[in-house]
């Protein structure tokens, strides 16, 4: 049990870290979402699920609730990270920032 | 006074209560006023069964203190009141069906999982090399209704390498940021693989 928690929490500190880096990595506003909210998102996944591995080796009443309430911020931020991505990018197009090196961008050819 | 029409769809769960009832029916005009309070009612069931679950073993009621049971319904009937216009827009009943549920984990521990991983290692493979060709690009699943163009939109904004930018409402239209295009012209499954096929499946 305990090897594969540090298992999980290792792929997640692996991929957080890559969200990090893509930040630095990336040219502009889009790409950077791609790295900083995906990354760490699939890291973030990894990490609850050391948090699940942890309470269900626990047992009882509170890891149960544990398991429970780590399983339902996992929904949450699968629910929530990609629409808080997309209102990011969508607002950023709006405020008129061109993607870097776009090789097509339809979205502007029709204006909105 | 608008009759209610024939069934859209053959599938099975497109047909509400265990197939006895079409969910199109709901949709007239004939059922607005039963429509609002069930739509109230659901909503409100919805979130407060969430917030039960978050707060399990808090309490001597079953699994939940007084306190917790009070809080929990004040909370839910005032989300519900706020939110219960939009969430059945355009097809929302239709995700009550415990088929479309199953539908949805397999989806989600099957292609879906295996399309992030993949696309997980991808990007990782461009954050360190830094090769990109970003675009914007359009194209059209052929979706209908809400909660298939969210799920759909959610899809690809959660796979490494591909960001919803906006839907457009009236043609269902998708606006993608596309880190490493391909085609200019892409058909839905260039970016999105096997989602659209599911996305139908599941919500629509």
């Known amino acids: 049990m305990?090897?594969?928690?540090?298992?999980?929490?290792?792929?997640?500190?692996?991929?957080?870290?890559?969200?990090?880096?893509?930040?630095?990595?990336?040219?502009?506003?889009y790409t950077r979402l791609h790295g900083a909210t995906k990354c760490t998102t699939f890291g973030s996944i990894f990490s609850i699920l050391a948090v699940v591995?942890?309470?269900?080796?626990?047992?009882?009443?509170?890891?149960?609730?544990?398991?429970?309430?780590?399983v339902l911020a996992l929904v949450f931020l699968l629910l929530t990270n990609p629409t808080g991505s997309h209102a990011l990018a969508r607002a950023a197009h709006r405020a008129g920032i061109k993607p870097f090196r776009a090789v097509v961008d339809r979205l502007e050819e029709v204006g909105k | 006074m608008v009759?209610?029409?024939?069934?859209?769809?053959?599938?099975?769960?497109?047909?509400?209560?265990?197939?006895?009832i079409c969910?199109?029916?709901?949709?007239?005009?004939?059922?607005?006023?039963?429509?609002?309070?069930?739509e109230l009612a659901?909503?409100?069931?919805?979130?407060?069964?969430?917030?039960?679950?978050l707060t399990a073993f808090s309490g001597e009621i079953g699994l939940?203190?007084?306190?917790?049971?009070?809080?929990?319904?004040?909370?839910?009937?005032?989300?519900?009141?706020?939110?219960?216009?939009?969430?059945?827009?355009?097809?929302?009943?239709?995700?009550?069906n415990p088929l479309r549920w199953v539908m949805f984990l397999v989806y989600l521990v099957g292609p879906f999982l295996l399309a992030m991983a993949k696309a997980n290692l991808d990007v990782a493979y461009r954050?360190?090399?830094?090769?990109?060709?970003?675009?914007?690009?359009?194209?059209?699943?052929g979706l209908k209704t809400d909660a298939g163009r969210t799920l759909l939109a959610n899809s690809i904004t959660l796979t490494p390498g591909t960001l919803t930018l906006d839907v457009d409402d009236e043609t269902g239209d998708f606006y993608v940021h596309w880190i490493n295009v391909r085609q200019v012209d892409p058909k839905p499954e260039d970016v999105c693989g096997v989602f659209p096929h599911w996305v139908k499946v599941v919500a629509e």
């Open chain 1, 2 to 29: 305990n090897i594969l928690m540090y298992v999980f929490l290792a792929v997640g500190a692996v991929f957080n870290g890559l969200g990090a880096v893509a930040l630095h990595r990336f040219p502009d506003v």
């Open chain 1, 53 to 70: 591995v942890y309470g269900a080796a626990r047992g009882g009443s509170v890891g149960t609730s544990m398991v429970i309430r780590a």
């Open chain 2, 3 to 20: 009759r209610p029409g024939p069934c859209q769809s053959n599938l099975p769960w497109n047909r509400g209560l265990w197939g006895l």
């Open chain 2, 23 to 38: 969910l199109d029916e709901l949709k007239s005009v004939y059922w607005a006023p039963v429509r609002r309070v069930a």
């Open chain 2, 42 to 53: 659901a909503t409100f069931a919805l979130v407060f069964v969430v917030y039960l679950i």
């Open chain 2, 64 to 96: 939940w203190s007084r306190e917790e049971l009070i809080g929990g319904a004040v909370v839910s009937i005032l989300v519900a009141l706020a939110s219960f216009r939009l969430l059945w827009e355009r097809g929302g009943w239709r995700l009550l």
């Open chain 2, 127 to 141: 954050v360190i090399t830094g090769r990109i060709n970003p675009g914007i690009v359009r194209f059209n699943p």
